[in-house]
């Protein structure tokens, strides 16, 4: 049968190469079989160190997935892996949109053709597999939606209890409905992600039984670092000179930012991207810890924009993500909604690119970068593409008018008439 995405063939071929767990602050080693995702010394977040030196690639031939790079995933018996066949998302070159921003290499890495439709699904087939592996019958995530679709999709494939906390009222329709047919068991909390997000802290720190599947569990990092593989792989070995990508809690840019320094120690690539950040202007922490030059990120309360997925005023990963920017001389950008959906409609209309609001705010974001003069005309740019169009079904009331004519087809000119329309 012919090989596919994230095709089970490829497993077994390999195992993962030493790799340790580790503090991100303070550098204490933590056992890599730990299902508790903070320093016990210092609180800090935690990270997945490979041991790479440059050496011979094993993954050469092998089709483009998340799996491909089974070498640099932390799972380490392929008896566990839940996999729907994620990752080898298109990279799509977008000349009409470049053009009008003067820039000729303009990429989109659309991650809304992962199974879920968004880039949760790289993260989760290897952490969900990693919960089987550490035994765990029951997860629980806080989302804005995509996470909880993701996790409702491999805890099914996988036979796991899933359990959702989300803000109520505040998820689009589409994400509701793919955690309700997976089956999860869907708690609502009044508030914001935060609140959510701090009930599931709480909850995991109490209850041992339940596997925290957010972006703090290092493990799903190290799914979402192959994107910066992918995109490595599909330019044929070139990095990108910029990487633009929207930033809710931070665990995707850093995980992104991860991938491309592990394929540089590889020796696959020679130099690294420059990672710019974009989050809505009325929730956006760590665009403002950027541009104060601040090395702490200040909540923001009750943040606001129509980019539902990265309403979120308490980025539990920040400081990975503002490591992220300044290790690259990246940096952030903020963008209205006005601009969101501007950029939403363009991508779909002039490069047939249907991506939910959240995600355009890469292609916002990198207007403003042109604008500032932050990226050269001349730059070879990637914008992350985070979620599909299809999820946010609210933007609806948003889109300009659009005329649905009637045809009576019974009439004997409907053709001549039809043709007067166009
Ligand atoms: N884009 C989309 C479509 C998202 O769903 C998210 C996060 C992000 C961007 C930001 O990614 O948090 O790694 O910086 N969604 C989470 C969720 C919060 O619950 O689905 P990040």
Redesign the pocket.
């Known amino acids: 049968m012919a090989c596919q995405r994230g095709q089970p063939s490829q497993r077994g071929l390999a195992m993962p190469w030493p790799y340790r767990l580790r503090c991100f602050n303070c550098h204490t080693q933590h056992p890599t079989q730990t299902t508790h995702y903070q320093c016990y010394k210092c609180g800090g977040l935690l990270e997945i160190i490979f041991q790479i030196s440059p050496r011979k690639i094993p993954w050469k031939g092998r089709g483009l997935s998340v799996w491909k790079y089974r070498e640099l995933l932390p799972v380490d018996n392929d008896r566990f892996i839940t996999t729907l066949a994620e990752g080898g998302t298109g990279l799509h070159h977008c000349p009409r949109l470049g053009r009008e921003m003067d820039l000729k290499r303009l990429y989109v890495k659309n991650?809304g053709e992962n199974p879920t439709g968004?880039?949760?699904d790289r993260g989760m087939t290897v952490a969900l597999s990693k919960a089987r592996e550490l035994r765990k019958r029951r997860v629980v995530?806080?989302?804005?939606?995509?996470?909880?679709?993701?996790l409702a999709a491999y805890s099914a494939r996988a036979g796991l209890q899933c359990m959702v906390i989300v803000p109520r009222g505040k998820i689009a329709a589409g994400?509701m409905l793919q955690v309700m047919i997976h089956g999860a068991t869907i708690f609502q909390v009044s508030g914001d992600?935060d609140e959510a997000m701090s009930a599931v802290a709480t909850l995991t720190e109490r209850r041992k039984g339940f596997h925290l599947m957010?972006?703090i569990n290092p493990f799903r990092l190290e799914g979402?670092k192959t994107l910066a593989y992918e995109v490595c792989d599909q330019l044929n070995g070139e990095s990108p000179d910029a990487i633009v990508?929207?930033?809710?809690?931070?665990?995707?840019?850093?995980?992104i930012w991860k991938g491309f320094g592990e394929f540089q120690t590889l020796g696959v690539t020679k130099a690294t991207p420059r990672m710019i950040?974009v989050q809505a202007q009325r929730a956006a922490p760590i665009a403002k810890a950027v541009r104060r030059k601040q090395d702490r990120v200040q909540p923001v309360t009750n943040p606001q924009t129509i980019?539902s997925?990265?309403r979120?005023g308490t980025?539990v990963?920040s400081t990975k993500?503002l490591q992220a920017i300044k290790e690259s001389r990246g940096t952030a950008e903020t963008v209205s909604d006005k601009q969101i959906l501007e950029a939403q409609r363009d991508l779909a209309s002039k490069e047939g690119i249907f991506v939910?609001p959240?995600?355009a705010?890469s292609i916002a974001g990198l207007r403003r970068s042109r604008e500032t003069g932050f990226i050269d005309r001349s730059d070879l740019v990637v914008c992350v593409t985070?979620?599909h169009g299809l999820?946010d079904p609210s933007i609806a009331g948003h889109i300009p008018h659009h005329e649905i004519y009637t045809l009576k087809i019974t009439h004997p000119d409907w053709i001549e008439r039809l043709e007067r329309i166009l």
Do not use: D, M, R, Y
């Open positions: 991650e968004s880039f949760k995530c806080a989302s804005t939606g995509n996470t909880a679709a993701s994400k992600f957010n972006s979402q990508l929207p930033v809710g809690n931070g665990g995707n840019i850093s995980a950040a980019a997925a990265i979120i980025p990963n993500v939910e959240a995600s705010a985070t979620g999820k």
